[in-house]
């Protein structure tokens, strides 16, 4: 397998937006997503949400198309947790998806983003770019361009200080 560090953060909704992901039903639907998405080789840094939407941040391999990872992802869930019947209502997702790709060096702040999603919705600091899961037309969110040159101390040296991240377990390698 090729040397790989492609970021994600994911987000989607339950159908109709609907509070389907109660308290009670929660940490089993949180464990099918994370269970699916490790057995397709992704790294799972973060994992939360609210009862109509769920956050994922992860790694994924290039070896699978990032829609077909959080097609497979959703939908294995979302069929087992049918199956086994935890409960009356069955679980659906919506179609749509937000995906966002990132550097390594933003990571943390990622996660803790999805780690503290209770709160912030309590508080109502969100970030809605971080919070879409539909199509419609959102400004890019873009950094100003760099002015690096080949051979420029100030960019070799900036390269040089990039910590690796193992894909396989999510530490520094």
């Not at 987000?11 to 389907?20: F, I």
């Not at 949400?49 to 992860?58: K, Q, R, T, Y």
């Not at 497979?72 to 997702?93: E, H, I």
């Not at 361009?145 to 070799?156: I, K, L, N, V």
């Amino acid at each position: 397998m090729p040397y790989w560090q492609l970021f994600y953060h994911f987000v989607w909704g339950t159908k109709k937006r609907e509070p389907s992901l109660t308290a009670d039903v929660e940490a089993a639907v949180h464990e099918l997503l994370r269970g699916k998405a490790v057995g397709l080789g992704a790294t799972v840094f973060a994992l939360n949400g609210m009862p109509d939407h769920v956050h994922l941040v992860a790694a994924v391999p290039p070896s699978i198309a990032v829609s077909e990872f959080i097609g497979q992802v959703k939908g294995v869930a979302s069929a087992k947790f049918n199956q086994a019947r935890l409960r009356d209502l069955p679980l659906y997702w919506q179609e749509e998806y937000g995906v966002f790709s990132f550097h390594q060096k933003v990571l943390s702040n990622f996660v803790a983003y999805v780690a503290q999603q209770k709160q912030h919705h309590a508080e109502g600091h969100l970030l809605p770019v971080l919070e879409r899961t539909d199509h419609h037309p959102v400004q890019m969110v873009r950094e100003p361009a760099p002015s690096y040159m080949t051979g420029h101390d100030e960019w070799w040296h900036e390269m040089e200080q990039m910590e690796l991240i193992d894909p396989a377990t999510g530490t520094d390698s």
